[in-house]
């Protein structure tokens, strides 16, 4: 009789825990980053790596675009570092069928960093009004082998795109937020440091300023150029006369060896 009084009041008390605790308790935490106090919210992209739009983590994206646009946004990651994307597309109400898209990350060479959570390509059927994408990045590491793809210390590139949409749909107008959060401290447990970060070299030569290119040529440009246009003296050339010498040479040869005397 006691044990079944003690199992009832058991039953009671876990049935009516949920009401007796306050509302902080029960509040689940969100999950993703959170926008930082004060944070200017970025209204633009790029369309290509070059045109990335820079953002740093904590600042708000909310964007208008069509559907086939890519989207391309950049940030700064130092070692020790754990990058938290997230990101969501909304929709018009009319839509043809379902969709598909996803968001790609990359660093400084270009390479497509492994998310380790994450709807990173996530489909949607025609009545769904948003979809929710997202990647986490593996920890910055402050130095990595030449061959490895582990994730180092520079510029890192967001691509946010569709890889499946049906044609009546291509151009339709869609609202994209994006929001970037960074946990960790900067202090890795790697001994190792990267000399120069990763940052994409946007200025591979010198332009010539245009007076520059309409200087007229002096005596020495215009001696550099005629000398371009007799081949450098080097071996393949050595080797391919001394080929063609001899190959004349075997050539008189076997025609006297071959040539019949005449007749008188």
């Excluded at 200017?40 to 820079?54: E, I, N």
């Excluded at 025609?126 to 593996?138: I, P």
């Excluded at 937020?177 to 440091?193: M, Y």
């Excluded at 007229?216 to 393949?236: C, I, K, N, V």
């Amino acid at each position: 009789m006691r044990t079944t009084l003690t199992r009832s009041l058991a039953a009671l008390v876990a049935a009516a825990g949920p009401v007796l605790l306050p509302a902080t308790a029960l509040a689940a935490p969100t999950d993703g980053p959170s926008p930082s106090p004060g944070a200017t919210t970025v209204t633009r992209a790029g369309t290509s790596f070059l045109t990335a739009t820079t953002i740093t983590a904590g600042q708000p994206v909310r964007v208008d675009a069509s559907t086939g646009d890519y989207l391309y946004w950049s940030f700064t990651a130092e070692a020790g570092q754990v990058h938290d994307i997230a990101a969501s597309v909304s929709f018009p109400a009319d839509r043809s069928g379902a969709s598909t898209w996803t968001v790609e990350v990359f660093d400084g060479l270009r390479r497509r960093q492994a998310c380790t959570a994450g709807a990173q390509t996530p489909t949607v059927d025609k009545t769904a009004s948003e979809v929710s994408l997202g990647c986490t990045l593996r920890e910055v590491r402050p130095w990595a082998e030449p061959w490895s793809a582990d994730p180092l210390p520079g510029t890192y590139f967001i691509r946010l795109s569709v890889l499946d949409v049906p044609e009546p749909d291509l151009g339709a107008p869609i609202e994209v937020g994006l929001l970037v959060g960074a946990d960790g401290d900067g202090a890795p447990a790697d001994d190792g440091e990267l000399a120069v970060p990763l940052v994409p070299n946007t200025q591979a030569g010198a332009l010539l300023t245009d007076e520059q290119a309409a200087a007229p040529l002096d005596d020495a440009d215009e001696e550099s150029w005629f000398d371009g246009l007799l081949p450098a003296l080097g071996s393949r050339w050595i080797w391919t006369s001394i080929g063609g010498v001899l190959a004349a040479v075997a050539g008189v040869v076997g025609f006297a060896l071959t040539r019949r005397p005449r007749r008188a």
